[in-house]
């Protein structure tokens, strides 16, 4: 799987030229418009075409897509992920997010920040409509963890999108667990009915084994998920007050795939990126990465002294009520 970004080129063109011809004789925003919503029936033929040439996989069908494709490693994945991208995304990187746009495409958002009050205001109105009395919550940017594809400096990329709030509570949330580890080895146990099939999946039958203090981790871990959620809103607000407009691109690439996460300070960060125009407008409010390292060490140095303190007091509650 030795490609070059030319010869991958020269495999996908091949591909529409023989499922759409007339697409190379369209004006850009016009292949643009095909790209979001290419015909179900066009896009599976091209995938057909392309996983012959690139891997002599024959397809018949879209089961058997997915079926070859939970036999690929990420290598490969990543090369046919590369070769078909410029057929879905838009704008100079052909950026695509990875997520359910509903009726909705990427075009239909001028900047990230359009899409993700948009986002933002759909998870809040099915949050209303599950829980009467909700009270809905302001936009201060949801962007978290959020995938998406595009071209960097002429390289495929797989990509992460967060808010500064929300890469942290992410952070402080595997820290917080790696502290709970420590204090309270813990394991997961199958019951008799884990992994059996039924007509919407599987079922998962598991329980928490910590060697008969399993009352002492759940507390533990309610203690944490609070104090998760408070700091989350904390820090929500202080990166919003802040209007700081940064971006930070933190290149998590390993030699299985290059991969990239963009994190954005708040809100007026998000009206700048232009999805048309993503990299180089992320570019231009780029900011040095070790700020952002340093709010990460301090948060977890916090949900450290916070676990381990909470885990002391309910061990010595725990002692005199079951001594």
């Known amino acids: 799987m030795t490609n070059t970004a030319q010869e991958q080129d020269a495999i996908l063109r091949t591909a529409v030229m023989q499922v759409k011809p007339e697409y190379f004789s369209w004006p850009i925003e016009e292949q643009e418009r095909y790209r979001v919503a290419a015909q179900p029936d066009e896009w599976f033929r091209v995938q057909q075409i392309v996983l012959r040439t690139l891997f002599q996989i024959e397809v018949a069908t879209r089961d058997e897509i997915d079926n070859a494709l939970r036999g690929f490693n990420d290598a490969q994945r990543a090369l046919l992920s590369g070769t078909l991208l410029p057929l879905r995304g838009i704008g100079e ?151 700081s407009a940064a971006v930070w691109i933190l290149d998590r690439s390993t030699t299985e795939e290059n991969h990239v996460h963009f994190v954005f300070s708040d809100k007026t960060a998000l009206q700048q990126v232009k999805l048309r125009h993503f990299l180089h407008d992320c570019r231009s409010l780029q900011k040095c990465e070790e700020v952002l390292k340093d709010a990460v060490e301090a948060e977890c140095t916090a949900v450290a002294r916070f676990i381990y303190d909470s885990h002391a007091r309910i061990t010595q509650g725990w002692t005199s009520i079951h001594p």
């Open 93 to 243: 990187d052909f950026f695509l997010l990875n997520e359910s746009l509903g009726d909705k495409t990427l075009l239909d958002f001028t900047t990230l920040y359009d899409y993700d009050v948009w986002e933002h205001c759909f998870q809040e109105d099915a949050r209303e409509k599950e829980s009467p009395g909700y009270v809905p919550q302001p936009h201060r940017g949801s962007l978290y963890l959020s995938w998406a594809r595009l071209f960097i400096d002429g390289r495929f990329y797989y990509a992460t999108l967060s808010m500064a709030a929300g890469y942290l509570r992410s952070a402080t949330e595997e820290a917080g667990y790696q502290q709970m580890e420590k204090l309270i080895p813990h394991r997961y146990v199958d019951g008799e009915r884990h992994g059996k099939r039924t007509m919407s999946g599987s079922i998962w039958d598991q329980r928490v084994d910590a060697g008969g203090i399993e009352g002492q981790l759940k507390e533990l871990r309610s203690q944490f998920w609070r104090y998760l959620d408070d700091r989350y809103e904390k820090l929500q607000q202080e990166f919003d007050s802040s209007a």
